[in-house]
């Protein structure tokens, strides 16, 4: 028997990636976070400052809070949903972006999937779509890879194998931490074939993006930009 209509609802509510870009988020999106109750975070900090933003009259303290990150003991991932099998509706949020891409809530929503409860994704930014369309590269066939090594030899490793790829027509995203971006750019110059594009993606989202699309010969004629402590997205192509 079919008891979905009788759950609650498991809502993936997109947040800000940056503070300028509160108003991308749908009005739609924000009743449903305003209406809400229960809310699973990926730091509680954080997700209770992205609520407020969305619902300014929400009283935060009435709300029940749930995290669920890397370091979330994996035996409290069964009690999450607890109130959609009650009949009431949850609120997945990501610290910034869209749930579950680059981000630890997959676990949650597959989980969702297994108890019956609907799993309902909400529009919203998303860095890593946004590079994709601001590159100019292949947005047909991509691949995305998260945080590359942070060893320099592996990462070099891993940067030719991405470029092979690249090279078969399928666009490769990646990331870094945002302390570690300039030596990845560094890397990336240092690794690539000069005729590989390469796209640099910072700030996305707000009055300080930086994008920029060009050869790894022509970026080694460039002044490189300050990309230190600021969020990017790496692309790379053939074309």
């Not at 607890?82 to 869209?98: F, N, T």
């Not at 399928?170 to 990336?188: A, C, D, H, K």
Request: a positive charge; one cysteine or more; glycine letters at 6%.
């Amino acid at each position: 028997m079919d008891t979905s209509s009788e759950r609650g609802k498991l809502y993936l509510v997109p947040t800000p990636i940056s503070e300028e870009s509160i108003d991308h988020i749908a009005e739609s999106v924000r009743e449903i976070v305003a209406r809400a109750h229960h809310f699973i975070v990926e730091t509680q900090r954080t997700g209770r400052r992205q609520v407020k933003a969305l619902a300014p009259n929400k009283q935060l303290d009435s709300c029940t809070w749930a995290e669920w990150n890397k370091k979330t003991p994996p035996e409290l991932l069964n009690g999450l949903l607890d109130p959609a099998l009650r009949g009431e509706d949850i609120c997945l949020l990501s610290d910034a972006g869209s749930p579950t891409i680059a981000d630890p809530g997959a676990p949650v929503v597959s989980l969702a999937h297994r108890k019956g409860v609907p799993v309902m994704p909400l529009s919203g930014p998303s860095a890593i779509l946004l590079a994709l369309m601001a590159s100019g590269f292949q947005g047909q066939r991509f691949a995305f890879h998260g945080y590359l090594p942070p060893q320099k030899g592996s990462r070099r490793q891993e940067l030719k194998k991405l470029e092979r790829s690249a090279y078969q027509g399928i666009t490769q995203i990646f990331m870094e931490t945002p302390y570690r971006n300039q030596q990845m750019l560094t890397s990336v110059l240092s690794t690539c074939q000069s005729d590989t594009m390469f796209c640099v993606a910072c700030n996305l989202g707000s009055a300080q993006a930086f994008i920029r699309t060009q050869s790894i010969h022509v970026w080694k004629q460039t002044q490189l930009p300050d990309l230190h402590k600021k969020p990017c997205i790496f692309l790379l192509s053939n074309t």
